[in-house]
């Protein structure tokens, strides 16, 4: 039997601290604490979109959301400002949360620095990776979370969020997205986002 790699030990333990997650999501039959799922997500969505993606990267798509609910939206104000604070913060929480897993499997410090860079979104746009990641997060937003975003809010909402999410992506990124399997609503505001 193949040992165990570092990588699929640090998956474990970023899954592990995640299925603390009091909240759930049902997904192909299943339960699965929430965060759990969405890392699983994150990491089926990279390997898909760059199966060549880095050991930094490929960590830092399994813990992008790592014990998110330990900081709730309500801890903020509930405003534009509040919203951005709280996003500042959650971005050095799981920097800092996924640090000390990597230290305890004595991940080199490249690798542990490099992950942070990710997880802080730095140089977006610049930097190959935080793009790749940012593309990745998008993608997952659009195929996993989208449909049930959009039936919760009014359009122009809807529209104004998917042009936020556009502008965030590559051209790889968007060329990925409009393949997603999308519903005819779905479908249709993303036309009228993008002006399709």
């Known amino acids: 039997m193949a040992p165990v790699s570092k990588l699929a030990k640090a998956f474990e333990l970023f899954d592990a601290a995640n299925g603390n997650d009091p909240n759930t999501e049902m997904a192909d039959g299943k339960n699965y604490p929430k ?32 014990c998110r609910w330990e900081i709730p939206r309500d801890s903020f104000e509930m405003n534009r400002q509040g919203y951005l604070r709280w996003r500042q913060e959650l971005k050095k929480f799981h920097a800092q949360k996924a640090k000390g897993i990597l230290e305890s499997l004595d991940y080199d410090a490249d690798t542990i620095a490099q992950v942070e860079f990710l997880l802080l979104k730095k140089q977006l746009k610049k930097s190959t990776e935080t793009q790749t990641l940012e593309d990745v ?26 042009q936020k999410t556009w502008r965030k992506m590559s051209e790889k990124g968007q060329n990925a997205a409009l393949k997603l399997p999308f519903s005819d609503t779905s479908t249709s505001l993303i036309q009228k986002a993008l002006g399709l």
């Open 35 to 66: 965060e759990v799922l969405y890392a699983m997500r994150m990491t089926a969505t990279l390997n898909h979109f760059e199966p060549d993606a880095s050991e930094a990267l490929q960590l830092t798509a399994r813990c992008q959301h790592i």
């Open 137 to 162: 997060i998008c993608l997952v937003f659009l195929e996993h979370y989208f449909e049930a975003f959009a039936a919760k809010h009014q359009e122009d909402k809807v529209i104004d969020i998917l």
